[in-house]
């Protein structure tokens, strides 16, 4: 289930404060609520191929967080992504075109940057993003509290 954004941008600014975050490495606030989206339900042939291949290294996209997704060169991509087990990954996509007019979708850098995303350049993106995410396994109350017996000595 994608949570909208908004209820927890109020803590954008205690993320990018902890970070020492300058402005203008900072993307427009949600962005990763779009991206994820877009990953998770376009049919777009570039989504539909990011879908396959995070399958391929055992993520559910349903599951997964698209922190952002830019063009860096004239048929690549780079992304990041978090995991439901709170992973960071930084990748690449590149698209090949052929004269048929079909597309190959791949992934040309794969990087576990769990340990090292704090100084990424979209840093504060990514620190918004975990905050956004859904929790992993959320908490339930039982229906009937449970009855604790006290021992009196």
């Not at 994608?2 to 990018?16: D, G, N, R």
């Not at 993520?59 to 960071?88: H, K, N, R």
């Not at 990748?91 to 992934?107: A, P, V």
């Amino acid at each position: 289930m994608l949570l909208a954004s908004e209820p927890y941008e109020i803590w954008q600014p205690l993320a990018v404060g902890h970070l020492d975050i300058p402005p203008h490495q900072q993307t427009s606030r949600g962005s990763y609520a779009s991206c994820t989206r877009l990953m998770r339900t376009h049919p777009d042939g570039l989504w539909a191929g990011l879908r396959r291949l995070l399958k391929e290294r055992g993520l559910a996209p349903a599951d997964t967080v698209l922190v952002f997704l830019i063009q860096s060169g004239a048929e690549t991509e780079s992304g990041v992504l978090l995991t439901d087990g709170g992973l960071v990954y930084d990748f690449e996509l590149r698209l090949s075109r052929f004269r048929d007019g079909t597309e190959r979708i791949r992934i040309g850098r794969w990087l576990d940057a769990t340990d090292t995303w704090q100084t990424a350049p979209l840093a504060a993106e990514i620190a918004n993003a975990f905050i956004w995410r859904v929790p992993p396994r959320p908490t339930r109350l039982p229906a009937q509290p449970r009855r604790i017996a006290w021992l009196h000595g």
